[in-house]
């Protein structure tokens, strides 16, 4: 909103009398009201209250009319009293004016004789309440009634033992507080009023039109003999405190108190109850010292509260003073009822706790508006709001939270059971308080220490991050290093990575660790499986190593492949999602040898808080998987982003990991680390811009991009996104190739990969696999033999791809024991991107090859020959696996 | 009839007799005195019809209830300004009362031309600002005049007649706005009247009309602003959703710029649909009715079969409704006739003679029909005709859950669309996730303990003692 203004109330922090009133006779015994105006205020009002107490809420309107108006309307009242005693029955009539009828002076309590003459049948007791809503706020109206009950109802002045007790509006579970404690502190007493039942009600299976709670009139009649009244409304004025009025019409002692809110004020309430001769239980002093305990604990987040407390006096008093026993600053505390004494009462106090805390300023305004807190709340810097949820609007648009108390609670159920009474309800708001400032903590930190101390460098190794100080040490000595002594070129390095040189594919082998199964992106067309032995994919692995057993499995490697020359960290999910591992990994293989050439892939997201880490391990190489390069096309592909602790979604995500996926790079390739960028070709999604992202990350330095198929993994979002052939993505590479460097011999492989790129051995490296031996000894053999093809390279493992097999080897099994009959040769379906030329005829050559087969095995398979082999009942499996084990799993699928 | 009805309302409600009752309903009349109805006022009709107005500065001249019980409770959502949820009043004191409130608006206006600049202000003059002799209409002209924007008197004091009565003082103030621009050279497309955009409504049917090729010049009001109201004269045709609102204006706009109109609702598959293609008939766009069609073949099957999917869990249930409008209790009708619901007892606010006759024809014999209904007669009635669920506004609400009945909120305060195919799915997950939850279960299984909590605390020792001794033996 905009500048305060001074004619306009500009959001309300108010409602209006009639309000005040009705909501004070619901806390009377057998009681019902009335407005005597037009129907709209009862409405409107009604509406206002059903929605905080979740109780039907009936109010009568005298419905005046035009001609009410203009010749009075002691019919239409005469008529509303008939006709709302006819249908409620109630002991007492709580009458109140609104705006209109005084107005046009209305003569109430002539009404009421001329009523009661004309049916002197009725007992009722009627109680006329002056509550124009221009008069004041409900708080107002709330009090003016109960100075009205004391007034109308016939009093009993003899003297007796009982304490009266006076309160403004509290919640039903308050004040349900307050009467448990007085119940068990011996003191007989009148509460006026009682609103612990009669807008919080039990369920029951008669539901009385008519509450059936609250003070009985007969106990409010003997409050003029009490021996003392307690008021626990400090600010209410005296011409309408009903305690003033017991004092000066009955001489009963009047003591007004603060609301039992806080430490101090509770204190001040037992010990005047003490005084009078209460009793209290141990259990009380019992709740005192854990007040005090838990105040300790929470008082350094306490401390860093700037609350802005708003409702009516009496509470936002007692909120306020609360809150500065706990060493939060109220910047800002602030009713919308006309009261100058709320800043007499609390300036003092507020200047205190603003001392401490060395904050420059605050506000305490009575009759203010919604805007003018709005303003206030964030000139001061406030970063909570305690109050009724009609701040929700400030809440939203500028994420200062909100706890709501008091009246009304429209947003949330259970606003009639807040607590903040006695020592027990203040426990849990300095404890909602301090939560609000640990929870904004845990939110914001990463990333707002991330901003204020965090710069990319050029002198790559200088900031360390994230738990990795320990690492490091344990590698250069408590120093950082300069930099990792590199022996080989980078230029040389590529020359024997067969992913980043085709040349080397052929000749050197790598091994991928997979120390790093979590992953901090969810992508459309993944799903990450870590002890599954049969794909072969990114994303697979047959288990997660620590890095330990990857050191391990580096020198069984080492020892076994000569030819080894890259150590790559590719998941199964993200290797920066998982940092420590990645790097400890990298760290420890470095400490055994100092030659082998490092390999990172990463979704970026996380990328340029890492990028120092990688060149201090000695990484050369990197890959980033980059399927976009604008946010509207990048939330088609990523369902969310995790990053420092927020979840974030759509565009956003998409956004975010733009932004560190770019910064990432560059930073990647000013480092002097040799950047491949992997797209996944996806239909109808990024088919089109794919040009623009080649382009984009060869401007950033990338050196070359790897255009791949998408693999329509069963489970993952885009499992049914129509295929892309050898074709299309040739010709794809193709149209990129002008720009940047294009990778063609891409085997999309799993993230525990060994050896040669067309030759993966890692099933000799696997873990050793616990086989539960109930399911060992269940496989009965199956009669008959089932006949089934295997797309293999060696007959070893099932590790190719259907279109690309040679031959196919032939085998026959019961499910138990495999027996191999015969290689089949076969004219290739497809040989690669070049002669893909007569299609048909290939795949009639395949299909004959395998035609007497009930099943197929290989690593993948197309799209189409999959339908084709479908069409003619051959069931096809794709997997990993050793070719007998594969073979007689497959039998036994197809046996049932 | 039950003792629970007062004499002077029986003529308001009706059981539906096998035959032909003849008589009609008693409706459309100010509220009874002390029946408690659920009704509001002049005021609260004006407002719900303006308010969604999104760029509009809309000033309650009155004390500070009015703007306070209007704030923001309303769930039209805004494509543009968020101007209106915002509740400004010029919160009139005692002093004004005696010396007149007029300075003090005038003086409100001032600020908010400077503070703000609106291209158009409402003020709303309350129940007392007649009394006390303001003349607003006279500031709002003068207003006009020097600031050279649009400032519009809105008379609705309470007490002036029911809540269409303040229906009828919002489409004067609407018309006022309009008047000016009538001669503009004809547009096509057609405006939509009636629809506040509660939780998106309209756009919802603004894409379907987007789909057929049909522009939207204005709608009112949700998601209304200045700059397209004052096109909506060019328009060809009005589309009246909610009628008990906007019939009026409709007429109005008839008579001023030769506008025709048809009413439609867009509560239900068949109503929808309906819609879809009467509004391509009244346009003669053979083309558009097509294309309804294809909307129509396309949508209407995937809401019946979800409909279809939750009916079994409906089988036998019964409900009760009580809205605002007759038009939206005539469609709710429809709807559970769709859903094999049985409607046992419906009321409204503000239905006029001719929605309960289309009411009357459309229930069962037995069916309550009752017009501007008190708590007392719908406690009663939902309790002897058995109903499992009832549709109806906040108030009503935790009554419905007091007698142990289901609700469904069809109210302005809604977050969850109810019109066109998409409010198809979304009311009947309504009804559903309140009719089968499963806490009516404990409702009905706990009158022990409903006995026990009455019960004095002393008895509960000797009952367990009682047991223990059972135990024993």
Redesign the interface.
């Known amino acids: 909103m905009g500048a305060n203004l001074v004619n306009l109330n500009a959001n309300p922090c108010k409602m209006c009398m009639p309000m005040g009133a009705v909501s004070a006779f619901y806390g009377i015994g057998m009681s019902m009201s009335i407005l005597h105006g037009s129907q709209g205020c009862s409405t409107y009002i009604r509406r206002h209250m059903a929605t905080h107490y979740n109780e039907p809420v009936d109010i009568a309107s005298a419905s005046l009319t035009e001609e009410g108006t203009v010749f009075g309307g002691a019919k239409n009242l005469m008529k509303g009293l008939e006709n709302l005693l006819s249908l409620y029955h109630p002991k007492v009539i709580g009458i109140a004016t609104t705006c209109l009828a005084e107005t046009i002076g209305e003569d109430i309590d002539g009404i009421i004789r001329d009523f009661q003459e004309k049916h002197p049948d009725v007992t009722a007791t009627f109680i006329p309440v002056s509550s124009p809503g221009y008069g004041g706020s409900q708080y107002e109206g709330f009090f003016r009634a109960l100075h009205a009950i004391v007034r109308y109802v016939p009093m009993d002045t003899q003297s007796h033992e009982m304490i009266n007790v006076i309160t403004g509006h509290l919640s039903a579970a308050d004040t349900r507080a307050l009467k448990s404690l007085l119940d068990a502190s011996g003191l007989d007493y009148v509460l006026l009023p009682d609103l612990s039942q009669n807008l919080d009600g039990i369920h029951s299976e008669n539901y009385k039109r008519l509450p059936q709670h609250g003070t009985p009139l007969e106990r409010i009649s003997r409050m003029a003999g009490a021996r003392m009244t307690l008021e626990l409304a400090p600010l209410c004025p005296e011409e309408y405190s009903p305690g003033a009025y017991l004092r000066d019409t009955y001489g009963v002692p009047l003591l007004r108190l603060n609301l039992p809110v806080g430490l101090e004020d509770t204190d001040m309430f037992i010990a005047t109850l003490e005084s009078l001769g209460a009793i209290i239980p141990a259990s009380v002093f019992e709740e005192r010292g854990r007040h005090v305990d838990a105040m300790i604990d929470a008082h350094k987040y306490n401390a860093q509260c700037r609350a802005a407390i708003f409702g009516e006096p009496d509470i936002t008093l007692g909120l306020t003073r609360a809150c500065c026993e706990n060493g939060v600053v109220p910047v800002v505390v602030a009713t919308g009822s006309r009261c100058p004494a709320l800043k007499e009462s609390l300036g003092v106090t507020v200047a205190q706790a603003a001392e401490v805390q060395f904050c420059d300023g605050f506000d305490i305004l009575d009759f203010a508006d919604f805007t003018a807190i709005e303003n206030a709340l964030l000139a001061r810097g406030a970063n909570l709001m305690i109050g009724n949820s009609d701040g929700r609007r400030i809440e939203e648009h500028h994420h200062v939270p909100l706890l709501r108390y008091g009246f009304p609670i429209h947003d949330r159920v259970g606003g009639q059971r807040t607590r903040v009474l006695l020592y027990d309800g203040s426990l849990s708001l300095m404890e909602s308080t301090a939560n609000a400032m640990l929870q904004k903590t845990e939110e914001t930190f990463r990333e707002e220490l991330h901003g204020k101390y965090y710069f990319l460098t050029e002198e790559a190794g200088k900031a360390s991050s994230h738990g990795l100080e320990k690492a490091a040490s344990v590698v250069s000595g408590g120093t950082m290093p300069e930099e990792t002594s590199v022996p080989l070129s980078a230029a040389e390095r590529t020359r024997t990575h067969p992913c980043f040189s085709c040349g080397a594919c052929a000749t050197s082998a790598r091994l991928h660790l997979p120390v790093a199964p979590e992953c901090n992106l969810s992508c459309n067309y993944c799903v990450r499986k870590y002890s599954c032995p049969n794909e072969s994919r990114p994303g697979v692995t047959t288990a997660v190593l620590n890095p330990e057993q990857a050191l391990e499995r580096f020198l069984a490697v080492r020892q076994d492949m000569p030819n080894l020359t890259v150590v790559g960290i590719a998941g199964p999910g993200d290797s920066l999602a998982n940092a420590e591992m990645t790097f400890r990994t990298l760290e420890r293989i470095r400490q055994e040898d100092d030659n082998i050439t490092f390999c990172m892939s990463t979704n970026g997201l996380a990328l340029p808080e890492y990028v120092a880490d990688m060149k201090r391990v000695g990484v050369s190489h990197a890959t980033v998987t980059i399927n976009a390069v604008d946010p509207v096309i990048g939330s088609q592909i990523y369902r969310y982003a995790d990053y420092r602790g927020h979840r974030y979604h759509g565009e956003t995500a998409a956004a975010l990991l733009l932004a560190n996926q770019l910064a990432g790079l560059r930073a990647l390739t000013q480092a002097g680390i040799i950047c491949k960028v992997n797209t996944v070709l996806l239909k109808g999604i990024n088919e089109e811009h794919i040009p623009t992202v080649v382009a984009t990350v060869r401007d950033l330095g990338a050196e070359m991009t790897n255009i791949m198929q998408l693999i329509p993994v069963k489970g993952s979002a885009f499992e049914h996104m129509p295929l892309v052939s050898n074709k299309e993505l040739t010709d794809m590479r193709k149209r990129c190739e002008p720009t940047l460097k294009q990778m063609y011999h891409c085997h999309q492989c799993r993230a525990d990969a060994v050896g040669l790129l067309n030759d993966d051995r890692s099933i000799e490296y696997r873990l050793p696999e616990i086989t539960p031996i109930a399911a060992q000894e269940k496989s009965a053999p199956i009669a008959r033999r089932i006949r089934i093809a295997v797309a293999s390279k060696t007959g070893v493992t099932v590790d190719q791809h259907f279109g690309q097999a040679d031959q196919f080897y032939i085998y026959e099994s019961n499910g138990h024991d495999a027996s191999f009959v015969e290689t089949r040769s076969v004219s290739r379906y497809c040989k690669g991107m070049d002669d893909c030329g007569s299609k048909s005829g290939r795949m009639e050559g395949i299909l004959c090859a395998v035609e007497d087969c009930a099943g197929v095995l290989a690593l993948r398979i197309g799209d189409s020959p999959l339908h084709k082999l479908q069409k003619k009942g051959i069931r096809v499996f794709t997997q990993y696996e050793r070719v007998e084990k594969a073979v007689n799993d497959a039998a036994k699928a197809l046996c049932g | 009839m039950s003792a629970?009805i007062?004499e002077?309302r029986r003529l308001s409600i009706q059981r539906k007799g096998g035959g032909c009752g003849g008589d009609g309903m008693r409706c459309d009349a100010?509220?009874?005195?002390?029946?408690?109805?659920?009704?509001?006022?002049?005021?609260?009709g004006a407002r719900v019809v303006l308010n969604p107005i999104t760029d509009a500065f809309h000033?309650v001249h009155?004390?500070?209830?009015?703007?306070?019980?209007?704030?923001?409770?309303r769930g039209s959502l805004t494509s543009g300004s968020e101007l209106f949820?915002?509740?400004?009043?010029?919160?009139?004191?005692?002093k004004?009362?005696v010396f007149g409130g007029a300075v003090?608006?005038t003086?409100?206006i001032?600020?908010?031309m400077q503070?703000?600049a609106p291209k158009l202000i409402f003020v709303y003059a309350?129940?007392?600002v007649g009394?006390?002799g303001d003349d607003v209409e006279a500031v709002c002209r003068d207003a006009e005049k020097k600031y050279g924007i649009r400032v519009i008197a809105v008379k609705a004091?309470?007490?002036?007649?029911?809540k269409s009565t303040g229906y009828r003082m919002a489409c004067n103030a609407l018309m006022q706005l309009l008047t000016p621009h009538a001669d503009q050279p004809k547009a096509v497309g057609v405006n939509i009247l009636g629809d506040y955009n509660l939780a998106g409504e309209m756009w919802i049917i603004k894409n379907y009309l987007r789909d057929m090729g049909i522009p939207v010049v204005a709608t009112f009001t949700g998601d209304a602003s200045y700059d397209t109201l004052i096109k909506a004269p060019t328009a060809q045709l009005n589309i009246v959703q909610c009628a008990g609102s906007m019939m009026y204006l409709a007429h109005r706009m008839e008579d001023a710029f030769g506008i025709p109109w048809m009413k439609a609702s867009f509560f239900g598959v068949e109503d929808t649909s309906t819609a879809l293609r009467q509004v391509a008939e009244h346009l003669h766009d053979s083309q558009a009715k097509e294309r309804a069609e294809a909307i129509i073949a396309k949508r209407a099957p995937v809401a019946e079969e979800f409909l279809q999917r939750y009916k079994a869990h409906f089988i036998g249930k019964k409900a009760a409704i009580f809205v605002g409008g007759g038009f939206k209790a005539i469609s709710l009708i429809r709807q559970f006739n769709e859903m094999g619901i049985e409607t046992v007892v419906v009321g409204t606010q503000t239905g006029k003679e001719e929605d309960y006759e289309i009411i009357s024809s459309l229930v069962n014999p037995g069916t309550i029909i009752l017009d501007d209904a008190?708590?007392?007669e719908l406690?009663t009635f939902m309790k002897e005709k058995g109903a499992d669920i009832l549709v109806g506004?906040?108030?009503e609400?935790?009554?419905a859950?007091?007698?142990?009945i289901a609700f469904c909120d069809h109210n302005h305060e809604r977050k969850h669309a109810l019109g066109g195919f998409e409010g198809v799915e979304n009311f009947t997950r309504e009804v559903n996730l309140s009719l089968n939850s499963p806490v009516w279960q404990q409702?009905r299984t706990?009158?022990s303990y409903?006995l026990r909590?009455?019960a004095p605390a002393k008895q509960v020792p000797r009952l367990l003692g009682h047991r223990s001794k059972r135990v024993g033996a």
């Not at chain 2, 100010?30 to 609260?44: P, T």
């Not at chain 2, 004091?157 to 029911?162: D, I, L, R, V």
């Not at chain 2, 859950?401 to 142990?404: A, D, N, T, V």
Request: proline share 5%; with cysteine; charged share 20%.
């Open positions: 629970e007062l002077e100010a509220s009874v005195a002390g029946a408690v109805s659920q009704r509001a006022c002049v005021y609260c000033i009155g004390p500070i209830g009015c703007a306070s019980y209007t704030w923001d409770i949820r915002n509740s400004f009043s010029t919160d009139l004191q005692e004004d009362i003090k608006l003086a409100a001032d600020e908010v503070q703000y309350t129940c007392i009394v006390i004091p309470g007490f002036s007649g029911t008190n708590p007392a406690e506004g906040v108030k609400r935790p009554l859950y007091k007698l142990g409702v706990g009158a409903h909590a009455q």
